[in-house]
């Protein structure tokens, strides 16, 4: 329905009003159904205009009415000057549409990107690591030995009864089986990413969104990062910011440290059953024998410990099962399938 002025077919008010706040018009008769009515708005001067609400109503029948809200309309100078040939204009249209970006605002939207950034990258910085020959210097057994002259043992005596740990283990001291067995139970992708699996941990959000059981995520990287800072790994850190300060721990830890010393650091500060740390101490221990001479069974018995070492024989003896390994393999397998046949086979 066109108001005065209109140049399609449509109702003409019968009578019309015009005031400096309002527009009036009046209809003696309308169709049924739906329409619009149209009106031209003059603006002479730049700025926020808000205007009245349109309201409808029967003139005999108070009862019958209606009320629509209007947007604001912003008036702003087009910034057409006269050496674009033409004089400066206006602009205007809603205020969600005509909304000026000027030089004020976006130094106040950077300001507030800066100190959101400032803030989450406080709030998520993981503490200081030391580097890999810090950590081998430190590194104290929880024996002392007694050699004569000839370097054969004389005596040895415990010196520290927190934990017991052997001497640094090297890790071409470690039969190759209990490497791989641990890389595969933990970390299999941990040769192939730079401190983080992306893939896992997509995997282990999906889960949790869903709510479903989800292995963890950490790789062997973010695990030794809680070794050396137990700030990143003490008990109840499972919200989103222990996790990007852990996650920001691995890479860093990636930055400095080769795989190899990652690996082999990692392999001597887990703690294994009891009061076991480290490899050595765990081979000594449970199977009386050195980390050279770990065998494959040992080796999957070494990585069922990993997750919880205070399982009782029962978990520890499906974890190191040759069956339950074998599972892990084929449903690896079987997602790798999957994956590929969603991107075309």
């Known amino acids: 329905m066109l108001g005065e002025g209109g140049d399609s077919d449509g109702v003409q008010p019968s ?3 015009r005031g400096n706040d309002s527009w009036r018009g009046f209809f003696a008769w309308v169709p049924r159904g739906r329409f619009t009515v149209s009106y031209a708005l003059r603006l002479n001067g730049a700025g926020r205009f808000s205007l009245p609400p349109t309201r409808v109503e029967a003139m005999y029948s108070p009862s019958v009415r ?23 204009g206006l602009l205007v249209g809603p205020a969600d549409v005509a909304f000026r970006f000027t030089p004020r605002r976006a130094l106040a939207l950077v300001g507030v990107v800066a100190v959101l950034g400032g803030g989450l990258d406080y709030t998520t910085r993981p503490p200081p690591l030391p580097d890999y020959a810090t950590v081998r210097a430190r590194w104290r057994p929880s024996e002392a030995w007694l050699y004569d002259r000839h370097g054969a043992l004389i005596d040895s005596a415990r010196v520290d009864f927190a934990a017991r740990r052997l001497a640094w283990t090297p890790l071409s001291a470690i039969a190759p089986d209990a490497r791989a067995a641990i890389v595969r139970a933990e970390d299999h992708r941990f040769f192939d990413h730079g401190g983080v699996d992306w893939v896992a941990l997509a995997g282990a959000t999906r889960a949790r969104i869903e709510r479903q059981r989800a292995r963890g995520a950490s790789t062997l990287s973010m695990q030794l990062a809680g070794f050396l800072s137990p700030t990143l790994a003490r008990p109840g850190a499972r919200g989103w910011i222990d996790k990007v300060r852990q996650i920001r721990a691995g890479r860093a830890l990636e930055g400095r440290w080769s795989k190899d010393q990652i690996l082999e ?17 765990a081979a000594l221990g449970l199977f009386g024998k050195t980390p050279a001479s770990l065998t494959r069974d040992d080796a999957l018995l070494l990585a069922a410990l990993l997750p919880d070492p205070r399982a009782d024989a029962a978990t520890i ?29």
Do not use: D, F, K, M
């Open 265 to 281: 650091t990692y392999l001597n500060l887990a703690g294994y059953r009891g009061e076991a740390q480290g490899i050595g101490a």
């Open 66 to 88: 209606a009320q629509v809200p209007n947007q604001p309309v912003v008036v702003g100078q087009s910034g057409w000057g006269e050496r674009g040939g033409r004089a400066a």
């Open 15 to 17: 009578y019309i009003e």
């Open 317 to 345: 003896a499906r974890r190191a099962s040759p069956r339950c390994w074998a599972r892990r393999a084929a449903w690896r397998s079987i997602r790798a399938w999957r994956r590929i046949c969603r991107t075309g086979c």
